[in-house]
């Protein structure tokens, strides 16, 4: 990875984090992508003390907004001539329903819609900066759900937490199946991460409830450096190379559910997401 440019969103805490440190360990360009200034501007600071990397930018956005999503890349192409790796890692999950500053759901927009608009607005440099490769940080949680909720995507009726995380995280599959096949010959890649159960920040914006019983239930859970690996190994082994469309857990190939290999359904999301991301006339 020495000298090649890497994207890393939700870089601030958790398996971003460790995914940035090692990158750049790695001697990656690195750009990472967070909403809170002072965790991005700690994250710095770790990567610096310890990797004595400094070629990293911290890029500030709430990806729950399509507005920063679009003012974050025309950001991120005009910082670096190159992209070399893009990884989605920024997620969410919430115990009530929410929307987000464009009317959309937050985990729906935040889980899925950042990856799919962010993607597809660096989409030319990266196939520019080929051999490249994409990945997305999904979740087995998608075996939650037996296929999309097409009819309500937001859940609006009958708000269910882990049907809704697990949708986005369905969702995240059927974008990388999607986009792999429309990058097949250009020298891209995409592919799709189960990181297992980690023992992170996430799910603490729920209030005090939900951070005790995160907090709780930490020693079960797999450590941040555990988590990450899998997403370390899809963006740099060089045994993956030209691998397109897969679906990994435990740094090596698995099988998702049934619905997660639905084509038809992947083309569908695409269509819906292209529509929901488009700008405003």
């Known amino acids: 990875m020495q000298g090649r440019t890497c994207i890393v969103t939700g870089a601030s805490s958790g398996i971003g984090r460790v995914t940035a440190v090692e990158l750049a360990r790695r001697g990656a360009v690195l750009g990472i992508v967070c909403r809170d200034?002072?965790?991005?501007?700690?994250?710095?600071?770790?990567?610096a003390e310890k990797t004595g990397n400094r070629t990293v930018k911290l890029h500030l956005a709430d990806l729950a907004?399509?507005?920063?999503?679009?003012?974050?890349?025309?950001?991120?192409l005009a910082t670096y001539p190159k992209i070399h790796l893009l990884v989605n890692n920024?997620?969410?999950?919430?115990?009530?329903?929410?929307?987000?500053p464009d009317g959309i759901e937050t985990v729906f927009a935040v889980n899925h819609l950042?990856?799919?608009?962010?993607?597809?607005?660096?989409?030319?440099?990266?196939?520019?900066s080929a051999p490249a490769r994409i990945v997305n940080v999904a979740s087995d949680a998608h075996k939650f759900v037996r296929g999309m909720n097409w009819n309500d995507l937001g859940w609006q009726q009958g708000y269910k937490t882990m049907r809704v995380y697990?949708?986005?995280?369905?969702?995240?599959?059927?974008?990388?199946?999607?986009?792999?096949?429309?990058l097949?010959?250009?020298?891209v890649t995409a592919n799709a991460v189960h990181p297992g159960p980690v023992a992170t920040r996430f799910g603490q914006n729920n209030?005090?409830?939900a951070t005790f019983l995160t907090k709780l239930m930490a020693p079960f859970f797999r450590t941040p450096e555990q988590g990450a690996q899998t997403s370390i190994h899809v963006a740099t082994s060089p045994a993956l190379d030209g691998v397109n469309g897969r679906y990994f857990a435990n740094c090596r190939e698995a099988r998702p559910s049934r619905a997660a290999q639905d084509a038809a359904a992947a083309q569908r999301?695409?269509?819906i997401s292209a529509k929901m991301t488009a700008p405003a006339a």
Do not use: C, H, M, P
């Open 166 to 182: 697990g949708q986005s995280k369905l969702a995240n599959i059927l974008f990388t199946a999607e986009l792999a096949r429309r």
């Open 90 to 100: 920024a997620g969410v999950i919430n115990l009530k329903y929410s929307t987000s």
């Open 114 to 128: 950042a990856y799919f608009l962010l993607t597809n607005l660096l989409l030319d440099r990266i196939k520019a």
């Open 65 to 76: 907004s399509q507005e920063a999503v679009r003012q974050v890349a025309s950001e991120l």
């Open 37 to 47: 200034r002072g965790r991005g501007e700690e994250t710095l600071a770790e990567i």
């Open 269 to 271: 999301l695409w269509e």
């Open 207 to 209: 209030g005090a409830v």
């Open 184 to 187: 097949e010959g250009t020298g």
